[in-house]
């Protein structure tokens, strides 16, 4: 079976099953609204006037978080759905089987969350509807092309920290600490909710060890800030270098824990 027909067919088969779950999307799509419902008048409480946190974005309160959660929620798809999935086929009994295919470790991955980044996809879409047409927001500032840049290099970085954290549930069944540290001190420390500048300088120096803090950082800043590829370089720069060593060090590391399972016979128990 080819990469492409693989990764068509994983598709199909969780197309169909989120399909029969129709309440559990609807309630899911009610929640979000209300979630940015919550930021709506936090930022009405607030009024016009700019933080001075926010001064760089050039942007109030709720463009802002609006912003981060539309980024944040699509690019922690690769932080979550590799664990995640990999736990069900787990639970399923059929991730053995699954991996006795002859496709190799990265059209693995690539199948085994397509489904889950093409209806982030769609939930971006709605996101960014429901930012438009129910609370009136306007980017005109925005630089686009450094937007899409930021936006590439993020995913990127953050699907390889999803890969490495699958490994821990590939070994272990239960229990993942980068899961754990992804869902917990992620939108805390990485600028998503406020910006970094407001944290104390010790938590400062821990979200600057965080590729979340630069990712939202330079999307913000090409968004709300208008800033092109060159004033958002260093951020770049640094998603890249993140992207570099990630990137194949989860795919060696993914290999390496599907082998060591296969070995000590456990890849069949969860």
Do not use: H
């Amino acid at each position: 079976m080819s990469a492409a027909r693989a990764v068509a067919a994983f598709v199909r088969r969780d197309f169909l099953q989120e399909r029969s779950y129709r309440l559990s999307f609807a309630l899911g799509a009610a929640a979000t609204l209300a979630n940015l419902a919550v930021f709506y008048f936090i930022g009405r409480l607030f009024g016009g006037e700019l933080a001075p946190g926010l001064k760089p974005y050039g942007t109030d309160y709720f463009p802002y978080v609006f912003v981060s959660l539309a980024f944040f929620g699509y690019i922690g798809t690769g932080a979550g759905s590799y664990s995640g999935r990999l736990r069900q086929e787990q639970t399923q009994g059929t991730l053995e089987a699954a991996l006795s295919t002859p496709l190799g470790t990265p059209s693995f991955l690539a199948a085994l969350t397509a489904w889950n980044f093409l209806f982030a996809t769609f939930e971006l879409a709605v996101y960014a509807l429901a930012g438009v047409f129910l609370f009136g927001l306007r980017f005109p500032a925005a630089d686009w092309p450094a937007a899409a840049l930021a936006f590439l290099l993020s995913a990127a970085c953050f699907a390889a920290l999803g890969i490495i954290s699958s490994c821990f549930v590939m070994l272990f069944k239960r229990g993942n600490p980068l899961a754990w540290v992804l869902n917990n001190f992620e939108g805390l420390l990485g600028g998503v909710y406020f910006p970094v500048t407001v944290l104390p300088g010790w938590l400062l120096a821990v979200s600057r060890l965080l590729p979340v803090t630069y990712a939202v950082r330079a999307f913000q800043l090409a968004v709300n800030g208008g800033a092109g590829v060159r004033a958002i370089g260093g951020d770049l720069l640094k998603l890249a270098a993140f992207d570099l060593v990630l990137l194949p060090a989860s795919v060696w590391l993914f290999g390496l824990s599907v082998r060591r399972a296969r070995r000590t016979g456990t890849l069949g128990e969860y």
